[in-house]
């Protein structure tokens, strides 16, 4: 944390004396970061949450679940629950047809 604080610190006092003309380049230079971490970030999350159905059931333990139905969402602004997913693949259960015996 102390290198933290000596980091910004010294930024702080390159920036003090810095033109405007600099300033305004590395302003430039700080927001350009930020959209390519931006970027990153909805990807990241893209990725994430184009997982297959039996993936996500094979792979991820409840609580992994239930942050990745948080993460991405669902329909009607609510996210999808692993409740949701359990009766859906219930459902899928009751509608296959019966093994002859």
């Known amino acids: 944390m102390k290198k933290t604080f000596l980091a ?4 702080l006092l390159l920036l003090a004396g810095c033109t405007m ?3 305004a ?3 430039a230079g700080v927001e350009q970061i930020r959209k ?3 970027g990153k970030a909805r990807l990241i999350k893209a990725a994430t949450c184009a997982v297959e ?3 996500y059931f094979r792979v991820y333990t409840e609580t992994e679940q239930r942050a990745f139905d948080v993460l991405c969402g669902g329909q009607w602004e609510r996210p999808v629950t692993a409740d ?3 009766a859906l693949r ?3 259960e009751l509608l296959r047809p019966a093994a002859p015996e």
């Open 21 to 23: 003309a600099q300033q």
């Open 84 to 86: 949701d997913v359990r």
């Open 25 to 27: 380049a590395l302003t």
């Open 8 to 11: 910004a610190l010294a930024a």
């Open 36 to 38: 390519i971490s931006d």
């Open 53 to 55: 159905l039996g993936a």
């Open 90 to 92: 219930d459902l899928v």
